[in-house]
C-alpha cells in the first residue's frame, strides 16, 4: 500500500524553505559547498543549490558523493544488490569549509556515518551541517539534521521513497507499507 506524504508541490516548498534557511544561518555564503550524497540526494542538492541562486544570485561550489566504499553494511548485501562505485563527480577541497551535505531520507544514520568518512577524503571542513528531506527515525547513531523538510514517524516495516525528477520522473514523497 502507497501513501503520498509529500506531493510535487510540497517537495518544492520544502526545497525553498531549506534554502531560505541556509541563507539565513550564514551571512557569507562563500565559505559553503553542496555536497549531495548518490543518487537522490544528489538531485535534491542540485534543488536546493539552484533555489540559493534564484535568491542570492551567488553560485555555490557543490560535487555529488559516492559512499559505497564506506558502507558498513556491503557485507549482509545479496549479490544481486551490491551497489556499484561510480565515483564522486568532483574534487573541490572541503578544508576549513562549511559543507552543506545532503540526502533524501535520515533513517538509522549509517548512510550519513559513512559520508563523513568519505568526505575526510577531500579535507578538513570546518563545519558539516546536514539535509534531510524526510526524517524517519530509528536511529542507530547519534546522528540528527540541522535543516528537515519533513519528520515522518515511521514503523520499521515501512518505507519512505524519495522520488526526483531524473530517477523517477516526478518530485513525491511516498510512505510504503508492507
Known sequence: MEKIIIDEDQFMRTISRISHEIIEKHADLDELIIVGIKRRGS??????KRK?????????????????????????????????????????NIQNKTVILVDDVL?????????????????????????ILVDRG???????????????????????????????RCYNVALLSQ
Open 52 to 92: 540559493i541562486y534564484d535568491l542570492t544570485q551567488q553560485q555555490l561550489p557543490s560535487f555529488d558523493l559516492d559512499i559505497t566504499f564506506y558502507r558498513d553494511d556491503l557485507e549482509y548485501a545479496e549479490p544481486s544488490q551490491i551497489p556499484v562505485y561510480k565515483g564522486s563527480s568532483d574534487y573541490i
Open 107 to 131: 533513517f538509522t544514520g549509517r548512510t550519513i556515518r559513512a559520508a563523513l568518512d568519505a568526505l575526510v577524503d577531500f579535507g578538513r571542513a570546518s563545519k558539516v551541517e546536514l539535509v
Open 138 to 168: 530509528h536511529r542507530e547513531l547519534p546522528i540528527r539534521a540541522d535543516y528537515v523538510g519533513k519528520n515522518v514517524p515511521t514503523s520499521r516495516n515501512e518505507k519512505v521513497q524519495v522520488r526526483t525528477m531524473k530517477f523517477d
Open 43 to 48: 538531485e535534491i542538492a542540485e534543488l536546493i
